[in-house]
């Protein structure tokens, strides 16, 4: 343990200052393509050491603010042409941050919606060792590729081998359902939880500019055209509901006191305006009595393009940002 990470400190390894950047309700996302050219990550860690020799070590932490946080942090590898074949990827560089405020080195991560393999690949950029859920083996195929082109030690094993895997330092995929693979985990053996899950079938209903831009350059609007993906259960209330199947599954194998991340963002389907982030909180916390949701960061995603849906017509909101539902399990 760091010497400044306080004694009483059970959850994570950031002294008390780094920790309370962290608690901001909103963060600035970035996807490592999306960076500024004058954020230099080493002309910033320059400018952070001068400011510390100005200031003080704890004032120019201050001073950084966010920024230093979000971008002296994240060493994560520049979006590459697999992941870009996955219609609905999350940054390596938010979950790396979030696997650094919810975890201790050591401790395990689990993600039961791998998709592309994101949270295997921040889990190794914040040095701790995770397993992922995948369903679809074009997408197992994507999240092994990254692996193995960005040179990270993972194995793609059968359920019963995960925990194996994990102990001995080595990534684990499960190509699976991932109800039956949790259902298959002993209980607690797991330290954070963080997955984005399906939007329910909204992919393939969207008729917006985003999606019609990937179709025309030949890349998958959907994740698969199987029953099992959770992606395209039609109703709205059964989806919910077998969503929350897994979070009651994932209550289970997570450690008691210990952290689950749910990343989502609202959309719209037709003339109406899902609250996806409110029917997640709602759906979770009803099914599950011991977890509890305890906050929710707003992840400001301000480089993505903005369409202008609607215009001159009528309001339609470009949302250009995620929640990070944060939820604790309590006993
Ligand atoms: C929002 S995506 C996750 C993307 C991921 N965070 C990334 O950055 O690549 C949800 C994933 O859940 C997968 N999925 C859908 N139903 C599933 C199920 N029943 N079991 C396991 N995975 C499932 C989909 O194939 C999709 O890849």
């Excluded at 990827?89 to 991560?109: G, M, Y």
């Excluded at 053996?189 to 399906?198: H, L, N, R, Y």
Aim: aromatic content about 8%; hydrophobic content about 40%.
């Amino acid at each position: 343990m760091s010497d400044n990470v306080d004694p009483r400190n059970r959850v994570n390894e950031l002294t008390n200052r780094e920790w309370l950047i962290e608690t901001k309700s909103f963060w600035r996302s970035q996807a490592e393509d999306d960076l500024p050219d004058w954020l230099d990550p080493e002309l910033l860690e320059q400018f952070g050491l001068w400011l510390a020799e100005q200031h003080g070590e704890e004032r120019a932490r201050e001073m950084m603010g966010q920024l230093s946080s979000s971008v002296m942090w994240s060493k994560a590898p520049p979006r590459d042409k697999l992941k870009a074949t996955h219609p609905a990827t999350f940054s390596e560089r938010d979950i790396a941050r979030l696997i650094h405020l919810f975890t201790k080195p050591d401790q395990l991560v689990l993600d039961p919606f791998v998709g592309s393999g994101s949270t295997l690949l921040a889990c190794a950029e914040a040095d701790r060792v995770g397993i992922g859920i995948e369903l679809i083996e074009q997408w197992v195929e994507v999240a092994s590729g990254r692996m193995e082109a960005a040179e990270v030690p993972y194995r793609l094993v059968e359920l019963e081998e995960a925990l194996g895997a994990a102990a001995e330092g080595a990534h684990a995929l499960i190509h699976a359902d991932s109800l039956a693979a949790l259902q298959a985990m002993p209980a607690e053996c797991v330290d954070f939880i963080v997955t984005s899950p399906p939007y329910w079938s909204i992919l393939q209903k969207r008729g917006e500019k985003a999606a019609q831009e990937r179709e025309g350059k030949g890349l998958p609007t959907q994740y698969s055209e199987s029953a099992a993906d959770l992606g395209n259960v039609e109703d709205y209330e059964e989806f919910l509901e077998r969503l929350g199947d897994v979070f009651v599954e994932c209550a289970r194998v997570l450690r008691a006191k210990h952290y689950m991340c749910v990343v989502v963002s609202d959309f719209r389907h037709g003339p109406q305006f899902h609250l996806y982030h409110a029917d997640v909180a709602r759906i979770v916390e009803e099914r599950n009595e011991a977890l509890q949701l305890k906050g929710l960061t707003v992840l400001v995603q301000d480089s993505k393009n903005l369409y202008p849906l609607g215009i001159p017509y009528c309001f339609v909101g470009n949302i250009h940002h995620q929640f990070v539902l944060i939820f604790q399990r309590m006993s």
